[in-house]
């Protein structure tokens, strides 16, 4: 791309992430792409650029696309609303309120591990095809029915697609409503996010089009750096190539750990509840408490499926050494392809990033970094003082 196009706004003293975000068009695989920072509740950057689709159609104002792990932190975040008003207790075990997942040496499971991604069931047992995402009573029952792959709450193994159903089950068993259907009314529509976990055709005309990575290099390199069987039999469990997202079965499934749509702004506005304390614009989603909760560390060492040095909190990732946040109140999560949100309590910023064309690293690329570490340079700069 020779000349890019920003659009969007941006705040005085923020140019840097705007420099950022032009130059992973210039210098990285880029099709179309959207970033945003939120300071102190304030939107401070709001830009897109490029190409929706392949065929040249161009990514505008409301352009949302597939962001795939992304969806994590939407799932948390009504997992931890449900924690806040009493109907879970983080430390209670899953069986108490899902009585079926308790069979086959899960009885010990608590709503914790399902969010930190220690449960031991971080696939499907037997394999199941992309249409079976779209059969929730189905998933959930194989799920429960299994055996863990390891015992729980002595290590993390990434749920790659399963943790959406787990968590949102729970949900749906203390709220009674689905998982979308609570995320869409607790928090996308009070927030005014256009952000959609499960949604009809009428988005359809908006939707960006994902451009799968190179699964052969994406393989070599689960292969290369997850070489437990835990983790090969993970990532076969449901074979994806990142296609799916195009039909109509997928975008109206609920599909809460890799099925949400939205955009960098949207992605932003949920989550600077979190970076204010679970309050923005006179929204609650939770009390500070359950947002500072988020930073128990509940587990750190390598990760079973992702095969690298992995911390979890309470829904989120945290930083190691790895993979430094900016500060010990940052949380965040990323998306298969390269989406990022990160969530900083200590400065209320969120920086989060969506894109379409989709990289094989499975622990993000720099794309994202980039745009974080641009946010990081204006507010040091005195951005936003």
């Known amino acids: ?12 003293g923020w140019e840097p992430v705007a420099d950022s975000f032009v130059a992973n068009f210039e210098n990285a695989a880029e099709l179309g ?21 392949p065929d040249g159609t161009p ?7 597939n962001v795939y792990s992304t969806t994590k932190t939407m799932t948390a975040i009504c997992a ?3 924690i806040d008003r009493g109907l879970l207790d983080p430390a209670a075990p899953v069986a108490t309120y899902w009585p079926e997942f308790g069979a086959n040496g899960k009885e010990g499971v608590t709503v914790a591990h399902f969010m930190s991604h220690q449960a031991g069931v971080p696939g499907w047992e037997p394999a199941i095809d992309a249409a079976t995402l779209y059969d929730w009573d189905k998933c959930t029952q194989i799920l429960a029915d299994m055996e863990p792959w390891w015992e729980p709450g002595t290590a993390s193994g990434y749920h790659l697609v399963s943790q959406g159903y787990l968590i949102g089950e729970l949900v749906r068993r203390v709220d009674g409503r689905s998982l979308g259907t609570f995320f869409r009314e607790e928090v996308a529509e009070p927030l005014g996010a256009d952000f959609h976990i499960g949604f009809g055709p009428e988005h359809d005309d908006r939707c960006g089009e994902l451009v799968p990575p190179d699964m052969t290099a994406m393989l070599d390199g689960v292969g290369a750096v997850a070489p437990d069987p835990i983790a090969m039999r ?6 994806i190539d990142a296609t799916e997202p195009r039909t109509r079965e997928w975008r109206a499934a609920e599909i809460p750990a890799a099925g949400g749509f939205g955009n960098a702004r949207s992605v932003g506005r949920v989550h600077s509840a979190m970076a204010c304390g679970g309050t923005v614009d006179g929204v609650t989603l939770m009390s500070p408490e359950t947002v500072q909760s988020v930073l128990d560390v509940q587990v750190d060492g390598t990760d079973y499926v992702m095969g690298a040095p992995l911390r979890h909190g309470l829904g989120f990732g945290l ?4 993979l430094p946040m900016p500060n010990e109140s940052c949380f965040y999560w990323g998306g298969w392809g390269g989406s990022i949100a990160v969530i900083d309590l200590e400065n209320q910023m ?3 990033y969506v894109m379409n064309h989709m990289e094989a690293d499975l622990l993000g690329d720099m794309r994202g970094g980039t745009i974080v570490g641009a946010a990081y340079m204006a507010l040091m700069s005195g951005a936003g003082a």
């Open 80 to 82: 931890l609303m449900c």
């Open 234 to 239: 993970a990532f076969g469990s449901c074979a």
């Open 33 to 53: 792409a959207s970033a945003c920072i939120t300071h102190r509740g304030k939107t401070v950057v709001d830009i897109w650029a490029g190409d929706r689709a």
């Open 59 to 65: 990514w505008v104002e409301d352009t949302i696309v």
């Open 350 to 352: 969120t920086s989060t």
């Open 1 to 12: 791309m020779s000349e890019v196009q920003v659009n969007g706004t941006v705040e005085a």
């Open 319 to 322: 930083g190691t050494e790895a």
